[in-house]
């Protein structure tokens, strides 16, 4: 099947091949990778080779620790404001989604955030002009969520903190390794691995080093930056088989020529989407405003909404599964990641034109 998931999301074949064929008996080790200790010499090569592959592909400077975690990207939430603020500190959220505002609300428990733009009167269908952005002098950092999954915006270019000392995080869950970053524009980048670089269970932060060690004293060990940079991602059993599918996915992008092949893989097939809502005369709508429309994540309604089930149902019937749109927005959603190809989103594109033909009387 062609699988539209949001996370977690279809994986490239090749790689899943490649996993496939070392699932019993890793290069000549006579383990599986889930049998093996995290502490051994097998595990330790998986694990230092998928960060120096990650370091490659965003080429990320070497003032910043790259830490595998777990507990999702919502546990950094609560981990960004324990480790980079104390109680009274003000932080700032910018709210294009809901994700972002999970992020606002877990923060009030550990600083004070204040949240300097909300795109919720407009349902979440853009992102502020950054001159307009209201941010608190002396804030410890403004944090933005690069791309919305649920609502399909996603940041084109970064605001800049106010501040010198302030620093910008970005939630990059769901477009991480989409396309080339400049690291060195932020303190922090996390994300989640479900949708565009390995299985659920994994989490990747990003942070340059300054900003390590300095925790709140109530922060849990598991929470702390510290804890993980000093141990280098090993201080309690990481998980490992998930880092090794991540570490898999960065050699396979590594291999397509590195992010700014893979930005332009994905500017093709979400042009192809949009391109098809777009001139489909109203039959077919995307509400977000064209130019922070998501690369990942496609949200579209129908101008006849009484045949979503119908569009869903069909298409499903044509293996292309999980296009229904989040529970909390409806309508359908295309999540095209880095390892959708092409011909899913062309078959896409057609059934969508036939479906047309059919119901558009
Ligand atoms: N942030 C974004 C942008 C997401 O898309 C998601 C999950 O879909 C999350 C955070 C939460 O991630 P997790 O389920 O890994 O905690």
Known sequence: VFNFAAGPAT???????????????????????MEMSH????????????E??????????SEYSV???????TTQFASIP?????????????????????????????????SIWSGKSDKYTNIPAFETLDQTPHAKYLHICANETIHGVEFKDYPKPAAENEVLIADMSSNFCSKPVDVSKFGLIYAGAQKNVGPSGVTIAIIRSD?????????????????????????????????????????????????????????????ILYDA??????????????????????PFTLAKPELEAEFIKEAAKEKMV??????????MRASIYNAMPLAGVEKLVAFMADFQARHDA
């Not at 994986?11 to 008996?25: G, I």
């Not at 120096?52 to 400077?61: A, E, G, Q, V």
């Open 11 to 33: 994986l490239p074949e090749n790689v899943l091949l490649k996993a496939q064929s070392e699932l019993y008996n890793w290069r000549g080790s006579g383990m599986s990778v």
């Open 39 to 50: 502490r051994g010499k097998e595990f330790l090569s998986i694990i230092q080779k998928a």
């Open 52 to 61: 120096s592959d990650l370091r490659s592909l965003l080429n990320i400077p």
């Open 67 to 73: 830490l595998f975690l777990q507990g999702g990207a």
């Open 82 to 114: 324990l480790n980079l603020c104390k109680p009274d500190d003000a932080v700032d959220y910018v709210v294009t989604g809901s994700w972002s505002d999970k992020a606002f609300k877990e923060a009030a428990k550990y600083c004070k955030p204040k």
């Open 211 to 271: 900003l390590i060690g300095n925790c709140q004293p109530v922060t849990p060990v598991m929470l702390d930056y510290k804890i993980h940079a000093d141990n280098d991602s090993l201080y309690n059993t990481p998980p490992c088989y998930g880092i090794y599918m991540c570490g898999l996915v960065f050699e396979d992008l590594l291999a397509q020529g590195g992010l700014n092949e893979v930005e332009q893989k994905n500017l093709n097939k979400a042009g």
């Open 277 to 298: 809502i777009d001139g489909s005369k109203g039959f077919y709508r995307c509400p977000v405003e064209k130019s922070v429309r998501s690369l990942m994540n496609v």
């Open 322 to 331: 999980q296009l229904k749109g989040h529970r909390s927005v409806g309508g």
